[in-house]
């Protein structure tokens, strides 16, 4: 058994004299305001209920209160069901079944 000291040669000879090129780093984070990020299912995929232009009250939850349609990304939408729903959406108004846009 060979007990030898803790040599010390871990000196730093690294001498930097400039900083690296690194202006203002910045700490990237995943967090927003309000706590983590939550993935979205696309409700249509989760529940595998089909877009209907007639189905007015589930049409109302992806359109804003001004009449707005709400992107998939605001909804958790699938790009494919987002393309039905905004034609779904574009039909029930030509049918005044929706308002185009409420002041
Ligand atoms: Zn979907």
Redesign the pocket.
Known sequence: MAYTKKSSGQARSRNSSEGQGRPGGRPGGRFRRGGPIRRKV?????DKFEVDYKNIGSLRTFVTENGKILSGRATG??????RVLDTAIKRARMLAMLPFAVK
Do not use: I, P, V
Not at 77 to 82: L, S, W
């Open positions: 696309c409700r249509f995929c989760a939408t699938c790009a494919k069901h987002q």
